[in-house]
C-alpha cells in the first residue's frame, strides 16, 4: 500500500498576523473554480434582489385598494429566499479561505482574522504571503549558493 501526505507536496507557510501563527496554503484548482461558481451565483442572486426591490418600489406606488395581498406575499417569499441564498453563498465564500489559514484549533482564529477582511483583501493578503515566501525562498537558495562556493 503506498500513503502519501498532501502535506509534504502543498505549498504552505508559516505565517504570524497579529499574535497568532497560521500555516497558510494557497488556494487549489479545484476551490478557486468552486469559489469562482460561488461569485457568479450570487451576482445572478445580487440581480435577481434587485429586480425584486424595484417590484416592490413600484408597489409602493399602487393604490391600496388595487394591491394583490397574495402577489405581495409570493414577491416577500422570493425576496426571503433569495437573501437566504447570497447569505449561504457568502458564507462558502468565506469558509473557502478560513479553509486556507490552518490556525492549529477549530479555525475561530481564522474566521475572527478573515471575517473582518473583504474578499479582495483576502486575495491580496494571500498574494503578499506567497510574494514575500518566493522572495525568502530565493534569498535562501543565493546564501546557499555562496556558502557552496565560498565553501
Same mark, same amino acid.
Do not use: C
Given at each position: 500500500?503506498?500513503?502519501?501526505?498532501?502535506?509534504?507536496?502543498?505549498?504552505?507557510?508559516?505565517?504570524?498576523?497579529?499574535?497568532?501563527?497560521?500555516?497558510?496554503?494557497?488556494?487549489?484548482? =479545484?476551490?478557486?473554480?468552486?469559489? %469562482?461558481?460561488?461569485?457568479?451565483? #450570487?451576482?445572478?442572486?445580487?440581480? !435577481?434582489?434587485?429586480? *425584486? +426591490?424595484?417590484?416592490?418600489?413600484?408597489?409602493?406606488?399602487?393604490?391600496?385598494?388595487?394591491?394583490?395581498?397574495?402577489?405581495?406575499?409570493?414577491?416577500?417569499?422570493?425576496?426571503?429566499?433569495?437573501?437566504?441564498?447570497?447569505?449561504?453563498?457568502?458564507?462558502?465564500?468565506?469558509?473557502?479561505?478560513?479553509?486556507?489559514?490552518?490556525? =492549529?484549533?477549530?479555525?475561530?482564529? %481564522?474566521?475572527?482574522?478573515?471575517? #473582518?477582511?473583504?474578499?479582495?483583501? !483576502?486575495?491580496?493578503? *494571500? +498574494?503578499?504571503?506567497?510574494?514575500?515566501?518566493?522572495?525568502?525562498?530565493?534569498?535562501?537558495?543565493?546564501?546557499?549558493?555562496?556558502?557552496?562556493?565560498?565553501?
Amino acid at each position: 500500500m503506498i500513503t502519501i501526505d498532501l502535506n509534504q507536496i502543498r505549498e504552505t507557510v508559516e505565517v504570524t498576523i497579529g499574535d497568532h501563527v497560521f500555516n497558510v496554503r494557497r488556494m487549489g484548482s =479545484g476551490e478557486e473554480l468552486e469559489l %469562482s461558481a460561488s461569485n457568479r451565483r #450570487t451576482f445572478e442572486l445580487m440581480n !435577481k434582489a434587485s429586480k *425584486l +426591490q424595484k417590484q416592490f418600489l413600484e408597489l409602493a406606488e399602487t393604490p391600496e385598494d388595487k394591491l394583490d395581498q397574495k402577489e405581495i406575499d409570493k414577491m416577500v417569499k422570493q425576496m426571503d429566499k433569495v437573501t437566504a441564498d447570497i447569505r449561504s453563498e457568502q458564507d462558502y465564500q468565506s469558509e473557502a479561505f478560513v479553509k486556507l489559514f490552518d490556525d =492549529g484549533g477549530d479555525g475561530s482564529k %481564522s474566521r475572527e482574522l478573515l471575517k #473582518t477582511l473583504s474578499n479582495d483583501e !483576502k486575495s491580496k493578503l *494571500l +498574494q503578499s504571503i506567497f510574494e514575500q515566501k518566493t522572495v525568502l525562498d530565493s534569498e535562501t537558495k543565493s546564501e546557499g549558493s555562496e556558502e557552496a562556493v565560498n565553501g
